[in-house]
């Protein structure tokens, strides 16, 4: 996003002094040249400092993020991790290796880390494998900002056990996992259903949409209804954007 | 030198003389006699100044420079002079005044002592006599007010304390010396002959200036007389000019006129009357006030006094009384004219039982009798007023038949009107209306209607909006995003691209409009085609597009072109009967129709078969299956053939000699059974025949 400054003032340097806004404070590697064009024209009252690089801004040390993973997963991270660790190192410049013994993905910063946020979202990519997610799903974690990963239990919602606990989780998943992929579809999210947990995968109105209709899925309504209603909020929530 | 002086004087005099002898020329500008009148002033001027005392000092200037010199230099070098001299002559005055040595008492002696300190009063005066004559139509103003103020200078010591240095007004001067001059003349002169004043400019209807003065100089001796007396009669009559009382010292008074004491002045004796009936003013009485007042304020402030009253005197008779009418008090009453009634009041004729007291006098009544018989008048008309019936404007709710016609019309009526009036429309308000239809029209901004079309959606069309994909997308989340991310993206291109569109169909519309007016101008419908409308027998709420405003189980069709009546040409009025209802009439005749129906299908059918074999001629066709089977169910329905059926029966049927066998059997039986019946054997042989079982 450009800073509003540059298109506000556009030569009236004389009368106005650009003041940076707080919006190029973000951590963006391609907005940091345009910053340095306003920056210059700005009156000798801001003394002017050249912008941290990822590493210095972390103060200079070295950071490490460590996922663990479960038994049930190692095998699909082995098959996959190639694909895990390439955007990793090569888009967000972090070092990353899993210890074999401990069974955790590290993941640490180094000298040619420039955003500050990379390692955040680094371990987020690796925790949203771990739990479940696709690669190519949990790689738009990487790509986009806003998405977020949510995690609840179907106890949560109702206090449920044995058979009926079965039949809920039965009635999220659907025939062949039908029910499931028609919220996903419906809703532009990930759903994991893993026992009694659900993890969800996607924006923060999305997730609310998912997460209310799994909510009333395992509250008893049948997935006619359900799907009935997704429908109708997604198509307000398309229309209104 | 007195002497000297003297002659000098005398041939000024001389001079003077001639030179105002013919008054009538100095309407033009007579500059000879200019020059005259300003060496008599040097002349003048300079033996004053020679004869000036010791101890009081004038201007500085020791002779009057007059050449060369304008009037109004002049005049300046002799107001130096005069103003230097005015205290001292005013101290002078005040001495005079206080010295008891000298009296006021007799303008003899006053005469006398002025004579003894005037050095040329004698001369002065009758200086002063002659330049009185030459009145303000006199061009040369300014000449003139210098003599007279070189006249006064000399003959200022002569001054009392009336008129102490002022110089303002020439004739006040004027008549006061030429008064003085009588006085001296006159020495025997006493009371009586003062009544003839000398009419001075001042003089009106209220105020005559001798008296005033008169009056003053009475005052002034009796203030002398009784100075003694500390206490204050208010009672007494005060003096006035022309109160004959006063002059019990020294008769003074010149009354013609009525006297009054005080306490029976009226108001018509100080004010002028009401402008409807002019009262009878008594002039002199009004002096009378008048001069009072003058005598008051006299003593403190003359000037100013004497400044007012001249500019107040200057107006004419009339003047006067219409300022006196407005410095009359009115009372607000009904009637304020002085009639006097005949009756003062009921209740007051009756207490006295006749009309003793409506004598009117002869004069006017008192004011208070006045303000009584108005008060009591007001009375009984307020009285007869509340008693009588009220006016229709006080009576509650009026209506039209209870007022007089158009009375309304007279009255001024205020009210409330709840809604809000119509604009009036004026010219002003067509000409802003017409102002905003020009710019309305020179901005194109119409207020068209635009037609509002309702957008069908159909329950379909949103269904399909959202297509509920049951399977696991094959993009993954962040490829969803992306698509959704160039949608939004793209969605500006998609836009611009329809204003092209845009434009296109409106230039097509534009081509289209006018190519309808070239061709509609003549235009030729189409030739009417039958229309053919398929109706379908739906409850007509589903064919109307808009709701119902009440829902109807109506169909479309009526029940005639649902099912038609039986009969229904012939038998228009017929009903359709139920079961139950059909008589034997009604029963058989259906079954004849019904019959006939049939043998007519069947005729018919037989004839399409019979045409059918024949056109396919000898071909002795194997029939087909449904074909059999329909003959074999003809031949069996009449009962006349049987099929054969498997019924045990079989082994009979397999071979012709079985078959006869059993048949030669059969017929012994029967031919048994039946030797008696031989009638009937031969019908049952028939039948037995049909009737065997095979």
């Known amino acids: 996003m450009e800073p509003l400054s540059d298109t506000d003032c556009a030569g009236s340097t004389d009368t106005f002094q650009e003041v940076k806004s707080k919006r190029s404070q973000k951590r963006k590697r391609a907005a940091a040249d345009a910053e340095m064009q306003p920056e210059e024209t700005v009156a000798a009252k801001r003394p002017q400092f050249p912008a941290l690089s990822g590493d210095q801004l972390a103060g200079g040390e070295v950071e490490m993020r460590r996922v663990p993973v479960p038994a049930h997963r190692y095998s699909p991270l082995k098959e996959n991790w190639m694909k895990i660790f390439t955007p990793i190192v090569e888009h967000l410049q972090l070092q990353v290796r899993f210890n074999l013994k401990t069974r955790n993905v590290e993941i640490k910063t180094c000298r040619e880390t420039s955003d500050i946020g990379a390692l955040t979202r680094a371990a987020d990519f690796v925790k949203a494998f771990v739990l479940g997610f696709q690669v190519e799903d949990a790689l738009a974690l990487i790509r986009l900002d806003e998405l977020f990963l949510e995690t609840f239990d179907i106890t949560d919602v109702k206090p449920l056990k044995g058979d009926h606990l079965s039949r809920a989780i039965g009635r999220i998943a659907g025939k062949g996992g039908k029910t499931k992929f028609t919220i996903e579809n419906v809703t532009k999210t990930r759903i994991v259903l893993a026992d009694t947990k659900v993890h969800i995968l996607g924006s923060f109105q999305n997730i609310k949409m998912a997460r209310t209709a799994i909510c009333n899925l395992i509250l008893g309504s049948p997935p006619s209804k359900v799907y009935g209603n997704i429908r109708a909020v997604a198509s307000r929530a398309a229309e209104r954007f | 030198m007195a002497s000297g002086d003297g002659s000098t004087l005398e041939s000024c005099l001389q001079l003077l003389n001639s030179d105002t002898a013919h008054p009538e020329l100095f309407l033009s500008v007579q500059d000879a006699l200019a020059t005259d009148f300003r060496s008599l002033t040097k002349t003048l001027y300079d033996l004053h100044k020679a004869h000036e005392p010791a101890d009081c000092k004038g201007s500085p200037l020791e002779q009057l420079v007059i050449e060369n010199f304008d009037e109004e230099q002049i005049w300046q070098e002799l107001e130096l002079q005069n103003d230097a001299l005015l205290t001292h002559f005013e101290e002078a005055v005040e001495q005079a005044v206080t010295d008891d040595t000298i009296t006021f008492f007799k303008d003899t002696e006053e005469e006398e002592e002025e004579e003894e300190d005037v050095d040329n009063g004698e001369i002065a005066n009758s200086l002063e006599e002659e330049s009185a004559e030459e009145d303000e139509d006199d061009d040369d103003d300014k000449d003139k007010e210098e003599e007279t103020k070189q006249r006064l200078k000399p003959s200022a010591g002569n001054e009392d304390d009336d008129f102490s240095g002022e110089d303002s007004d020439l004739d006040f001067d004027v008549d006061k010396f030429e008064e003085k001059n009588k006085q001296k003349q006159s020495t025997a002169k006493l009371s009586k002959s003062r009544s003839h004043r000398t009419p001075s400019e001042v003089d009106d209807r209220f105020f005559k200036l001798s008296e005033m003065e008169a009056f003053l100089d009475d005052m002034d001796k009796r203030e002398g007389n009784e100075s003694v007396e500390e206490d204050i009669d208010y009672f007494q009559n005060l003096p006035s000019d022309d109160d004959e009382e006063l002059t019990f010292d020294k008769p003074v008074a010149l009354t013609k006129q009525k006297k009054k004491s005080s306490r029976d002045m009226k108001y018509k004796d100080f004010f ?35 400044n007012e009253e001249d500019f107040d005197m200057e107006e004419d008779d009339t003047g006067d009384g219409a300022r006196n009418a407005l410095r009359k008090v009115t009372f607000d009453l009904p009637d304020d004219d002085d009639d006097d009634d005949d009756s003062e009041g009921e209740d007051v004729e009756d207490i006295l039982g006749g009309k003793a007291k409506n004598v009117p006098k002869p004069e006017s009544k008192s004011s208070f009798e006045k303000r009584q018989e108005k008060m009591a008048k007001k009375i009984e008309e307020l009285e007869t007023a509340a008693l009588s019936e009220k006016p229709w404007q006080l009576t509650g709710e009026v209506s039209a038949q209870t007022r007089p016609e158009n009375s309304m019309l007279e009255e001024d009526i205020a009210f409330d009107q709840a809604s809000r009036m119509a604009p009036a429309i004026t010219e002003e308000t067509t000409l802003q209306l017409e102002e ?34 049951h399977e696991k997308s094959k993009l993954s989340l962040a490829e969803v995003y992306e698509q959704e991310y160039i949608k939004q993206t793209q969605e500006k291109k998609v836009e611009e691209e329809n204003p092209a569109h845009v434009e296109i169909q409106k230039l097509m519309d534009t081509l289209f409009l006018k190519l309808d007016a070239l061709s509609n101008f003549h235009f030729t419908p189409k030739p009417h085609v039958p229309e053919v409308k398929v109706v379908s027998n739906l409850p007509s709420i589903t064919m109307e597009e808009v709701a119902p405003v009440n829902a109807s189980d109506a169909t479309l069709l009526a029940p005639e072109e649902i099912k038609e009546r039986p009969c229904f040409e012939k038998n228009k009025a017929g009903d359709v009967l139920g079961a139950t209802e059909k008589t034997t009439t009604d029963k058989k005749r259906e079954r004849r129709k019904k019959k006939k129906l049939k043998r007519l299908k069947i005729q018919e059918r037989e004839k399409r078969q019979k045409v059918k074999e024949a056109m396919k001629g000898g071909d002795e066709k194997k029939k087909s299956k449904a074909e059999v089977e329909q003959t074999l169910k003809k031949l069996t329905k009449g009962g006349k053939a049987k099929i054969l ?50």
Do not use: H
């Open chain 2, 645 to 694: 059926t498997n019924d045990g029966m079989d082994k009979a049927l397999r071979s012709s000699q079985a078959f006869f066998s059993q048949l030669q059997d059969q017929v012994k039986s029967q031919i048994k059974g039946s030797k008696n019946q031989t009638a009937k054997k031969k019908k049952q042989k028939e039948i037995s025949v049909s009737k065997l079982k095979l």
């Open chain 2, 272 to 306: 002028a009357p009401v402008d409807a009936k002019p009262v009878e003013m008594d002039p002199e009485s009004n002096d009378d006030y008048e001069g009072e007042e003058d005598d008051d304020n006299e003593l403190e402030e003359d000037e100013d006094d004497m």
């Open chain 2, 436 to 469: 905003i239809i020009k710019q309305r029209i020179k901005d194109q901004v119409w207020d068209d209607v635009v037609r509002k079309e309702k957008p069908k959606e159909e329950v379909f069309e949103y269904k399909k909006r959202l297509t509920l994909d």
